[in-house]
């Protein structure tokens, strides 16, 4: 079976965060894009999100590794919500298993873009704002 | 703090279903919405969501009681992500708790409306398609 345009976007990413090749990741993220960068902080729209990254990458000495070892897709019109079972292998740690939940748009050119970028899942309870 | 009109729609679909007014519940989804029924199964469009939750009312001898125990939602333009975390009381079992996933839009006249109910979250890797 072909493979979801949304999957082989998610594979782009990964490839591209692992390269650090931040143009080809950015260009997956709309305008307004909203990345969670750890529970309770957020990046928003394509130029934090990139900072983000570049600083994600540098905290982890250059070595981070991510890839899904399982995606399920949900769709309706031109929204998508994306169920992944994401892998973070990084030099320090054991491999950090995530339930990541990704929100795609297409755009007015057929295009998927990722708009909500919450890789933490449910992990976002574990933040409690006061 | 003000609710989020999200969370004040939540709240709204919750007491619908409770009370099974299907008519106030469907309201709440848009025309093309995606229901999990349970993994693997989904209704689209707003009949077969009605029906759908005609059925599961009647399944748990109309004794189904769900409510929210606590929610985050990210917003990225007209685009909502509402992690929540669910509670569903039936009378056979236990309280069942989920780590449900919603996706909400804006529509044009600034009405949020759910496009995505997936209470179920990664569940859905409960359900191996072969």
Known sequence: ?????????????????NREDFDTLI??????AVLVIKPGMNAI????????FEAIAAHFNHKLDVKQAGMKILESDDTALVLAKTVVSTPEAALIHRNATYV??????????CV???????????????
Do not use: T, V
């Open 27 to 32: 260009d997956i993220y709309s305008e307004d």
């Open 45 to 52: 729209g394509k130029i934090q999100i990139r900072k983000a």
């Open 116 to 130: 909500i970028d919450n890789s933490y899942g449910h992990e976002l309870f574990s933040h409690e704002d006061a």
């Open 104 to 113: 795609f748009k297409k755009n007015p050119g057929d295009n998927w873009l």
């Open 1 to 17: 079976m072909a493979k979801h345009p949304i999957e082989q976007l998610i594979e782009k990413a990964d490839l591209a965060i």
